[in-house]
């Protein structure tokens, strides 16, 4: 079992940044591609982006690429989403996600989710 627990989400006007983290527990970090998606009410869970497990290779969906970076520290079991120029329409519950690649998140298989954490941009 992987735990995952999100952090950082808050409200933050438009144009504003937030740092997201995600804490990983249970098992070997770096053994697992990891990532994010969001959910806003009403709406399908959506893709974010996804690093790999190895190389740190990256993966963003085209509304997050230019302003969201992905970024792992396994020496601290953390993977963390830095969201720059952030719009009204980035508001969703953020969830972070593991599995053993990093294509099956990408493809919405992953094994292991957390609580999310939510971020709110004001207009």
């Known amino acids: 079992q992987v735990q995952l627990v999100e952090s950082g989400g808050g409200l933050v006007q438009a144009g504003g940044s937030l740092r997201l983290s995600c804490a990983a527990s249970?098992?070997?970090?770096?053994?697992?591609?990891m990532g994010w998606f969001r959910q806003a009410p009403g709406k399908e869970r959506e893709f974010v982006a996804a690093?790999?497990?190895?190389?740190?290779?990256?993966y963003y969906t085209g509304s997050a690429k230019g302003r969201f970076t992905i970024s792992r520290d396994n020496a601290k079991n953390t993977v963390y989403l830095q969201m720059n120029s952030l719009k009204p329409e980035d508001t969703a519950v953020y969830h972070c996600?593991?599995?053993?690649?990093?294509?099956?998140?990408?493809?919405?298989?992953?094994?292991?989710w957390g609580q999310g954490t939510q971020v709110t941009v004001s207009s």
């Open positions: 996600a593991a599995d053993r690649t990093m294509w099956r998140i990408i493809n919405g298989e992953y094994t292991y």
């Open positions: 249970g098992r070997t970090f770096s053994n697992y591609g």
């Open positions: 690093i790999s497990r190895s190389d740190g290779s990256t």
